[in-house]
Nanobody
Framework: QVQMVESGGGLVQAGGSLRLSCAAS????????MGWFRQAPGKEREFVAA????????SYADAVKGRFTISRDDAKNTVYLEMNSLKPADTAVYYC??????????????WGQGTQVTVSS
């Protein structure tokens, strides 16, 4: 079982930046692929970004490529999502996800409770 707590969400103007953090409970954090998903009102949850268990590879949704960066700090059991050039379309609840696989699957095993990101125009 992995418990995760997201933080860093909030209200920001279009063009601004935010950094989300996801702190995981387990000391075996490095054994999990990690990622971020988001869900906007009235829409299905969608993939945003993921980093492999090794930290070597990462992947991004087309909508955020070039603007968002995912990283992990295994010493702190934390994964980050740096979000730049934010758009109103990025408004959503952002969820941290974890899975014991090498690469994060489309349906990860563990989820955080979510943090709200609101981008005003």
């Amino acid at each position: 079982q992995v418990q995760m707590v997201e933080s860093g969400g909030g209200l920001v103007q279009a063009g601004g930046s935010l950094r989300l953090s996801c702190a995981a409970s387990r000391r075996t954090f490095r054994s999990y692929a990690m990622g971020w998903f988001r869900q906007a009102p009235g829409k299905e949850r969608e993939f945003v970004a993921a980093v492999s268990r090794s930290g070597i590879s990462s992947s991004y949704a087309d909508a955020v490529k070039g603007r968002f960066t995912i990283s992990r700090d295994d010493a702190k059991n934390t994964v980050y999502l740096e979000m730049n050039s934010l758009k109103p379309a990025d408004t959503a609840v952002y969820y941290c996800a974890a899975d014991p696989s090498m690469i994060l699957p489309t349906t990860p095993t563990y989820w955080g409770q979510g943090t709200q990101v609101t981008v005003s125009s």
